[in-house]
């Protein structure tokens, strides 16, 4: 029997792709945007709608907090469980329930840790589906969780093998462009994840730095930093990166320079930003998707971070320089 998968995380479509398995998909979430999975249903939409950048975080807050309350009433009240807390998505469980997928490739943090519990999880599924699929929960939280992640993908689909070969062949390749930046000196790195509050990029964004031969001076692997104008001017990077997770390499810009703008003298003043060394990233592709997208990321922070190292071809595609101030 062909095993049918949804996959509510572009992370997890990503390493379905990579493995060459994409006919096993039968629906994916809004945001996973390969073209061969382009004529599939997406089962998600954005939470936040098109409130301001600003909102979000206020937003997600919210909704994890509203998912928190809803699990102390359990599954009385499963299907707001299954459309908040499936997914870090708004979840429409009439189509899931349609399709009666076998396996379902997620992630169940709502937002900010609110992540249902296994027995209270698979108690809604069987009151809204009649039965629990198999649910592989991706929660990486570093370059090992992003490995474990990608293989516990690979062995749901029965891909076992293949998955330990792809893992190896993307340690590779991450290895290789972080060789490039060997010997052209240590940097200062500040990596920007969100630009309200300004909180720096965690997780396996500061490891993919160090494997540059430069160092975060912002983020840590454990949490993301609340940063104010003290701590930025403190850690004096040499180099900025506004990696902002969801936004568009457009909307991405436009953030960043409001961000700058907002900061006026105390951005001036950063060495990075005197030395015109601002980039901004796509963070719809770039950092914010752990799996296979991590190599053209690292490629892409290695090219900004070191401009007279042999191009990967990234500029302009996954990153390009901010603009100064004005």
């Known amino acids: 029997m062909t095993l049918r998968v949804v996959s509510l995380l572009p992370a997890a479509t990503d390493a379905v792709v990579s493995l060459e398995l994409t006919q096993l998909l039968v629906g994916r979430s809004h945001e996973c945007d390969w073209a061969e999975a382009a004529h599939l249903p997406a089962l998600t939409s954005s939470r936040v709608g098109s409130i301001p950048v600003d909102e979000i975080d206020a937003c997600m807050s919210a909704s994890a907090a509203a998912v928190q309350e809803m699990a102390h009433l359990g599954p009385a009240l499963a299907v707001p469980l299954l459309e908040y807390g499936l997914s870090v998505y708004h979840t429409h469980v009439e189509q899931l ?52 992640d990608m293989q ?7 891909a076992g093998e293949a998955g330990r070969q792809k893992i190896a062949a993307q340690q590779q ?18 990596c920007i994840q969100w630009p309200s509050p ?5 997780a396996w964004v500061p490891e993919l730095i160090k494997m540059a031969g430069s160092t975060d001076v912002c983020g840590s692997v454990e949490r993301a930093e609340v940063l104010d104008e003290q701590r930025l001017a ?5 180099v900025v990166v506004f990696a902002l997770c969801g936004l568009s390499l457009e909307q991405s810009c436009k953030t960043a320079a409001a961000a700058v703008r907002r900061l006026k003298e105390a951005w001036a003043a950063l060495p990075a930003a005197r030395a015109g060394r601002v980039a901004v990233v796509d963070g719809e592709r770039v950092f914010s998707r752990p799996g296979p997208l991590l190599v053209p990321s690292m490629e892409a922070l290695v090219e900004l971070m070191h401009p007279e190292a042999q191009p990967f071809g990234h500029e302009g595609k996954l990153w390009r320089w901010l603009p100064a101030a004005t």
Do not use: F, K, N
Not at 101 to 107: E, G, K, Q, S
Not at 173 to 190: D, H, N, P, Q, S
Not at 198 to 202: R, T
């Open 152 to 158: 516990a993908v690979a062995d749901a689909l029965g």
């Open 173 to 190: 390749r991450l290895a290789a462009a972080a060789e490039a930046a060997r010997g052209r000196g240590r940097l200062r790195v500040a």
């Open 198 to 202: 300004l909180m720096a990029c965690s």
């Open 97 to 148: 329930r349609s399709l009666r997928p076998d396996i379902i490739l997620t992630c169940l943090q709502a937002a900010h840790g609110a992540v249902l519990s296994d027995g209270l999880l698979d108690a809604a599924l069987h009151a809204v589906l009649g039965y629990a699929p198999r649910v592989v929960h991706c929660a990486a939280a570093d370059l090992a969780g992003v490995w474990r």
């Open 234 to 238: 403190e850690a004096a990077p040499d």
